[in-house]
């Protein structure tokens, strides 16, 4: 993969993964929020290694701009050999419940935002006949739970959607990467209490490059959470509405 696309480029698990891409020598367009943290990240990758660095401005929320970005990354990189969604937000779930626009915010950033690229990125790469799309969903997709069903709902409909394109995606050789990791010790569970089940963002971003140079279909990370997820889905539903999760 020599040219690659990174939505939501400084989130932590996105950069430990664009730095090995970047030590590979590929070409990058990194979309971001903010210019500075772009320009410090650029430079970063290279001094790494990466053939040359591309950076765009987004805002997850402004989806009528989202083609605008696609179309300059494309312009930029000459074409596009993969593409990875890395952006999104862990929304105050106590807050969402009294607060409909806090809702309606999360689903915006986490679902809808991720939905509008990816409508522009199937287009491009079934016309293109090869490459990978992969995309950071959540282990809070699989089963609702008190504690964060909004973004739970957010990340479970992104799954959803992944499936189906992965299916249409499939007859025109090109991969769709559904990464669901579990805890990881990033600035968006800042204030979550740290325990053993955490990973770090360079274990994450290490599993996810790895996954998109196979072209995997979906991914837990750490690999044990597909064992966790899978207890928890198979938990009885008199018995899980009971249960404080």
Known sequence: MKKVLIIGATSAIATETARLFAQEGASLFLAGRTKENLERL??????????AVHTG????????SHDQLLEQAFHALGEIDAALIAHGDLPDQKACEHSWPMTED????NLLSPIAFLTWLANYFETRKTGNITVISSVAGDRG????????AAKGGLAIFLQGLRNRLAHHGVSVTTIKPGFV?????????KGPLFASPETVGKRIHKAMTRGEAVVYTPFFWRFIMGIIMHIPEQIFKKMKL
């Not at 650029?42 to 053939?51: N, W």
């Not at 401005?57 to 009528?64: G, K, N, R, T, V």
């Not at 010790?185 to 209490?193: C, E, G, Q, R």
């Open 42 to 51: 650029a430079k970063d990758l290279e001094c790494r290694g990466a053939t």
């Open 57 to 64: 401005i987004f805002s997850a929320s402004d989806l009528a």
């Open 106 to 109: 999360s689903l915006e950033v």
């Open 145 to 152: 739970r008190q504690s964060n069903y909004v973004y739970g």
């Open 185 to 193: 010790d990033t600035p968006m569970t800042a204030n979550i209490p």
